[in-house]
């Protein structure tokens, strides 16, 4: 098994610019994650999801869009980067909440 | 808001030395998770406790959980130059995914 697959592993934006963020697993788990990492201030919930087709909103959820469509993948896009948006981004995935969630290896953004 | 918040924020110790870290949280849980996290790395699961479980033990790793003051500790024994990582811990409250504090970065001098 792959695991949790995460790419680009790195990006440079401009500002306003758009882009997808790709994560995608392979272990047939249900629950999906998207956090970001800022130097301090440990990892902030941004979207989440309990399987195909069901995505809430997590603690900074704007200026971020998801979707899911299938239970492999968990695409997270950027709408109009703003430099407050530059950090490192990771994507988890878990079989079910009574299990530890397994990471990707993260995707750091820099908006300029 | 964080719902985790770890003490101290960083610990520096000898090889060989235990190393303990705390977590305390605000609200009701259905478990606890402690994960590692190597620089520049992606989070590492280490043991989960739930809520109804006040101790756990998973190698030269012991967990407990006090629901009552909304706390958790992680020790290390035995430390090793290579357990040198930040580590988080996280809630699980059954309204969203994990909520994670801000870490403990710890440093084992060899």
């Known amino acids: 098994n792959a695991g949790v697959t995460q790419t680009p592993k790195f990006q440079v934006l401009k500002t306003g610019q758009s882009m997808t963020l790709q994560c995608a697993q392979d272990m047939n788990h249900e629950y999906m994650s998207w956090y970001r990492q800022d130097p301090g201030m440990g990892l902030r919930l941004i979207h989440y999801?309990?399987?195909?087709?069901?995505?809430d909103q997590g603690e900074v959820p704007n200026g971020y869009n998801v979707s899911r469509s299938t239970t492999e993948d968990f695409p997270l896009r950027l709408l109009s980067a703003a430099p407050s948006q530059t950090s490192v981004y990771f994507c988890?995935?878990?079989?079910?909440?009574?299990?530890?969630?397994?990471f990707g290896s993260g995707t750091r953004l820099t908006v300029v | 808001s964080q719902q985790g918040e770890e003490d101290p924020q960083a610990l520096s110790i000898q090889e060989g030395e235990n190393a303990t870290m705390n977590c305390s949280y605000k609200?009701?849980?259905?478990?606890l998770q402690w994960y590692r996290q190597n620089s520049g790395r992606g989070l590492v699961h280490l043991i989960l406790i739930r809520s109804n479980e006040r101790e756990k033990h998973s190698g030269r790793l012991r967990v407990t959980l006090d629901t009552s003051k909304k706390s958790s500790s992680l020790l290390i024994t035995a430390s090793r130059a290579a357990d040198t990582a930040s580590y988080f811990c996280?809630?699980?409250?059954?309204?969203?995914?994990?909520?994670f504090g801000s870490g403990t970065r710890l440093q084992v001098q060899p």
């Open positions: 996280a809630t699980d409250t059954g309204r969203r995914a994990l909520t």
């Open positions: 988890a995935s878990s079989r079910d909440r009574v299990y530890g969630y397994t």
């Open positions: 999801s309990v399987g195909a087709g069901i995505t």
């Open positions: 609200t009701s849980i259905n478990n």
